[in-house]
């Protein structure tokens, strides 16, 4: 038992406890000796920066729209791949391998998909009569968020599609029968039954869902590197260049105990929405 | 159903296959083609001359002689840097699996303080992202000289994994019947024996998702290889990859090489066990 409450506590609690101990001292690595306590200045100093509330308002664009695309394009995969069909494994298999493919190497096709001048994609837009000019994907601030979702998008849609598929399963199909019996459409099952029924996990994955992009590093730093400029930075970049580039730890670990607590925020929603641990109390 | 509605179900879910798959099919073209067919316009869908130049370069040394001076091409390290990801990836599979499996069976078969809210410190600790405690870590890694060691990225990487799959490892054991090992245990066998004989063959299923699961995020991860590691030999794949781009021109054959050959080991583990990975996310995602 002891070893297991050291690991848990080594692995899990410490990380978390050292990074808010950071947030209170200045830290040069440079410097890494002197640590002298400075109480809630580099919160004062996030809360100051522009920068910080640059990155925060794109982090709620950028999880915008990639929760709600990944919501709705996962659900519709999902009620496909749920028909009965010949071969639904292999179409199931194929559209659940982005999630298991390295960030780095998504990172990497999309910048060669959306390049500017020899890219497939404008070429495809171009050709297709949808678009006359080249556009700058990576390098026009609009255009390079708009990729960066799109790349957040593929990646993470198989996530809704494997935990709604997993619900759609459980549906007892008697209910379907009956509604036919009653004589209710295609359209009218779906309103009435599939979505009552999936409402409970669909709020589940997209609270997930947000949490997780809302505090995404690698999908944008890769792709953009936060830019052009600082047009793609979300808080996670916001607190690596403070803590890289700047060489300030301890703003750093503060703007990161900010995304924290956000995140608690968020899970309590979670918490309440799904009902977590209630059966232990019974128990 | 009838067939015309299979025919058009069939259509639709082939062209988001296709789309699905195209980035990764326009990966391996890509990787196939020579130099200047590469930067050809309008782009030829399927290269014209198939070469394999670019795999050549990348598992057996840099083909074209460097310009003096000029030090080695970074390609040169990418057979170092699979190593080092397979070392990584793992090594803190193994560490992880074990704390877990240990750990998830006491949760559920002993009784002490604190018993209950572990398993849901886990799962809280499962959603901090990894740009929280990164540099915490790295400092710490400072201070024990463990910087730039594969040892300090398996600790990094079973701090990223070890949450889920105690999660994980909680759940599944939580299910099994404890009455077969109390049975086992009044007959004389030792608590050891009942863990080895009875115990973990149930669990087999839980220990390959949650191992699938620390293996693709600890081969896919960046940021912990960007900020422990600092010298070319010592880099994981997914770092080093990104030193392509250093240079003055970008050599996309090789970059898109690099890139298949890296999905290449998930690839092969998805295709093997696609179910059980299915299975571990309905534990750890959708409870119940």
Same mark, same amino acid.
């Given at each position: 038992?002891?070893?297991?409450?050291?690991?848990?506590?080594?692995?899990?609690?410490?990380?978390?406890?050292?990074?808010?101990?950071?947030?209170?001292?200045?830290?040069?690595?440079?410097?890494?000796?002197?640590?002298?306590?400075?109480?809630?200045?580099?919160?004062?100093?996030?809360?100051?920066?522009?920068?910080?509330?640059?990155?925060?308002?794109?982090?709620?664009?950028?999880?915008?729209?990639?929760?709600?695309?990944?919501?709705?394009?996962?659900?519709?995969?999902?009620?496909?791949?749920?028909?009965?069909?010949?071969?639904?494994?292999?179409?199931?298999?194929?559209?659940?391998?982005?999630?298991?493919?390295?960030?780095?190497?998504?990172?990497?096709?999309?910048?060669?998909?959306?390049?500017?001048?020899?890219?497939?994609?404008?070429?495809?837009?171009?050709?297709?009569?949808?678009?006359?000019?080249?556009?700058?994907?990576?390098?026009?601030?609009?255009?390079?968020?708009?990729?960066?979702?799109?790349?957040?998008v593929w990646k993470y849609t198989p996530f809704v599609v494997i935990v709604v598929l997993a619900r759609l399963?459980?549906?007892?199909?008697?209910?379907?029968? #009956?509604?036919?019996?009653? %004589?209710? &459409? /295609?359209?009218?099952?779906?309103?009435?039954?599939? $979505?009552?029924?999936?409402?409970? !996990?669909?709020?589940?994955?997209?609270?997930?869902?947000?949490?997780?992009?809302?505090?995404?590093?690698?999908?944008?730093?890769?792709?953009?590197?936060?830019?052009?400029?600082?047009?793609?930075?979300?808080?996670?970049?916001?607190?690596?260049?403070?803590?890289? #580039?700047?060489?300030?730890? %301890?703003? &750093? /670990?503060?703007?990161?105990?900010?995304?924290?607590? $956000?995140?608690?925020?968020?899970? !309590?929603?979670?918490?309440?929405?799904?009902?977590?641990?209630?059966?232990?109390?019974?128990? | 159903?009838?067939?015309?509605?299979?025919?058009?179900?069939?259509?639709?879910?082939?062209?988001?296959?296709?789309?699905?798959?195209?980035?990764?099919?326009?990966?391996?073209?890509?990787?196939?083609?020579?130099?200047?067919?590469?930067?050809?316009?309008?782009?030829?869908?399927?290269?014209?001359?198939?070469?394999?130049?670019?795999?050549?370069?990348?598992?057996?040394?840099?083909?074209?002689?460097?310009?003096?001076?000029?030090?080695?091409?970074?390609?040169?390290?990418?057979?170092?840097?699979?190593?080092?990801?397979?070392?990584?990836?793992?090594?803190?599979?193994?560490?992880?699996?074990?704390?877990?499996?240990?750990?998830?069976?006491?949760?559920?078969?002993?009784?002490?303080?604190?018993?209950?809210?572990?398993?849901?410190?886990?799962?809280?600790?499962?959603?901090?992202?990894?740009?929280?405690?990164?540099?915490?870590?790295?400092?710490?890694?400072?201070?024990?000289?463990?910087?730039?060691?594969?040892?300090?990225?398996?600790?990094?990487?079973?701090?990223?994994?070890?949450?889920?799959?105690?999660?994980?490892?909680?759940?599944?054991?939580?299910?099994?019947?404890?009455?077969?090992?109390?049975?086992?245990?009044?007959?004389?066998?030792?608590?050891?024996?009942?863990?080895?004989?009875?115990?973990?063959?149930?669990?087999?299923?839980?220990?390959?998702?949650?191992?699938?699961?620390?293996?693709?995020?600890?081969?896919?991860?960046?940021?912990?290889?960007?900020?422990?590691?600092?010298?070319?030999?010592?880099?994981?794949?997914?770092?080093?990859?990104?030193?392509?781009?250093?240079?003055?021109?970008?050599?996309?054959?090789?970059?898109?090489?690099?890139?298949?050959?890296?999905?290449?080991?998930?690839?092969?583990?998805?295709?093997?066990?696609?179910?059980?990975?299915?299975?571990?996310?309905?534990?750890?995602?959708?409870?119940?």
């Amino acid at each position: 038992m002891l070893p297991l409450i050291v690991a848990v506590g080594v692995f899990l609690v410490w990380p978390i406890a050292e990074a808010v101990r950071l947030s209170f001292v200045r830290y040069n690595p440079l410097r890494p000796d002197e640590q002298p306590f400075v109480g809630f200045d580099n919160y004062l100093f996030v809360l100051d920066d522009p920068l910080f509330w640059e990155s925060f308002t794109q982090a709620l664009v950028w999880t915008g729209w990639s929760t709600v695309l990944q919501a709705l394009i996962g659900v519709g995969l999902a009620l496909l791949l749920h028909q009965p069909l010949k071969g639904m494994n292999v179409f199931r298999g194929l559209l659940l391998f982005p999630y298991i493919v390295p960030t780095v190497v998504i990172a990497l096709n999309w910048r060669w998909l959306f390049n500017a001048e020899i890219g497939i994609v404008n070429h495809l837009l171009m050709s297709a009569g949808i678009i006359d000019e080249r556009i700058a994907w990576l390098s026009t601030p609009n255009m390079a968020m708009a990729s960066a979702i799109m790349l957040n998008v593929w990646k993470y849609t198989p996530f809704v599609v494997i935990v709604v598929l997993a619900r759609l399963q459980t549906i007892p199909t008697e209910l379907y029968d #009956a509604a036919k019996v009653d %004589g209710a &459409g /295609a359209l009218r099952r779906f309103r009435d039954i599939t $979505l009552p029924q999936l409402a409970e !996990v669909l709020a589940v994955v997209i609270v997930f869902r947000t949490i997780w992009t809302f505090n995404k590093f690698e999908e944008i730093y890769l792709l953009t590197r936060g830019g052009p400029g600082t047009s793609t930075y979300n808080l996670a970049l916001y607190a690596f260049d403070q803590s890289i #580039a700047n060489l300030r730890m %301890g703003v &750093g /670990a503060a703007s990161g105990v900010i995304m924290l607590l $956000l995140l608690l925020a968020g899970s !309590v929603v979670y918490i309440r929405i799904s009902g977590f641990g209630r059966e232990d109390k019974s128990a | 159903m009838r067939p015309w509605a299979a025919a058009i179900l069939y259509a639709v879910l082939g062209a988001i296959t296709f789309v699905v798959c195209f980035p990764l099919l326009w990966a391996i073209s890509t990787s196939l083609k020579p130099k200047e067919e590469i930067f050809r316009w309008p782009p030829t869908l399927w290269p014209e001359n198939v070469t394999f130049e670019a795999y050549r370069e990348l598992l057996f040394g840099s083909s074209v002689a460097s310009a003096p001076g000029a030090g080695v091409a970074p390609s040169a390290y990418f057979l170092t840097w699979f190593g080092n990801s397979i070392i990584v990836s793992v090594g803190s599979t193994l560490i992880s699996i074990t704390i877990a499996t240990l750990a998830a069976y006491s949760l559920t078969r002993f009784r002490f303080w604190g018993q209950r809210s572990v398993p849901y410190i886990a799962i809280l600790g499962y959603m901090v992202p990894s740009v929280i405690f990164v540099f915490p870590m790295f400092l710490t890694m400072v201070s024990l000289d463990l910087t730039d060691t594969l040892f300090s990225l398996i600790l990094g990487y079973v701090c990223i994994t070890l949450p889920f799959c105690l999660w994980l490892m909680w759940a599944f054991f939580r299910g099994v019947p404890i009455e077969i090992e109390e049975a086992a245990l009044v007959d004389g066998a030792s608590r050891l024996q009942v863990f080895r004989q009875i115990v973990l063959p149930v669990a087999l299923p839980g220990i390959i998702a949650a191992s699938i699961f620390s293996l693709i995020v600890s081969w896919n991860d960046y940021l912990f290889g960007r900020v422990f590691m600092n010298s070319m030999e010592n880099l994981p794949l997914t770092v080093g990859v990104m030193h392509f781009f250093d240079g003055t021109h970008v050599d996309w054959a090789l970059m898109m090489a690099s890139s298949v050959l890296m999905t290449l080991p998930m690839a092969i583990l998805f295709g093997f066990m696609q179910r059980h990975l299915v299975a571990g996310f309905g534990a750890g995602a959708v409870k119940g």
